[in-house]
């Protein structure tokens, strides 16, 4: 069974600052795919950024980085330049025909 | 950008009857999920469904439960006798073979069930 876990419920950051955000997981596969989703108020999942397994290079996407640790099954979400809109809860998530999801981090990002 | 679309955005029944939650996945996405978050919690895993039949479910999706693609378009979510803590949200989402390029989730913007 695959397994996800956030630790950090809740967290806040000053505007145009960083914030990490953190995800342990655990799973039996070899190959897997890793995922940061994010649900703004609207509730809507949207895709943030994915990393695959095999892969040693952390993904980015503009401001959204991760720093993948695959022997510590740790896949953490780094925000830079926070905004205001980037306020929401953030979910990680592992899998592939099945993805589970982490408990979710709720952020807020002040003015 | 090519989206999935659920219908209907909120739904409320009453106790004990049946609903159906619609969705249409991205047209050329060959495996089709539904999720569901209870206000405030977790998002959970219910089934997954890939070349007409279901591949995996979870302890959640029992007998009440079924789900069709009736038309190689729609992807349905049925619930008979709905109980009161049916009541969540409903995701729908699809994806590509896995392994592909853009391999991931493209998730619906759901539909609220409230079971009264």
């Known amino acids: 069974a695959q397994t996800v876990t956030q630790s950090q419920p809740e967290m806040s950051v000053q505007e145009a600052e960083t914030v990490t955000l953190s995800c342990t997981y655990d799973t039996s596969e070899s190959n897997y795919y890793l995922f940061w989703y994010k649900q703004p108020p609207s509730r809507q999942m949207i895709l943030v950024i994915r990393?695959?397994?095999?892969?040693?290079q952390n993904a980015t996407e503009n401001r959204f980085s991760v720093n993948f640790q695959k022997a510590a099954k740790s896949f953490s979400l780094k925000i830079s330049d926070s905004q205001l809109g980037d306020t929401a809860m953030y979910f990680c998530?592992?899998?592939?025909?099945?993805?589970?999801f982490g408990a979710g981090t709720r952020l807020t990002v002040k003015p | 950008e090519p989206e999935v679309t659920q219908t209907p955005s909120h739904q409320v029944t009453q106790m004990g009857q049946e609903v159906i939650l619609r969705c249409v996945p991205i047209?050329?996405?060959?495996?089709f999920y539904w999720y569901r978050q209870i206000l405030g919690q977790k998002v959970e895993f219910l089934v997954s469904f890939y070349n007409n039949e279901i591949s995996e479910k979870s302890e959640i999706f029992d007998d009440r439960f079924s789900v069709e693609r009736p038309d190689g378009s729609n992807f349905t979510l049925k619930i008979r006798s709905t109980k009161l803590e049916d009541s969540a949200m409903y995701f729908c989402?699809?994806?590509?073979?896995?392994?592909?390029?853009?391999?991931?989730?493209?998730f619906g913007s759901g539909t609220r069930l409230t079971v009264v």
């Open positions: 990393q695959e397994a095999y892969k040693q």
């Open positions: 998530a592992i899998g592939d025909n099945d993805m589970r």
């Open positions: 989402a699809s994806s590509e073979l896995v392994g592909g390029p853009d391999y991931g989730y493209t």
């Open positions: 047209s050329n996405h060959l495996y």
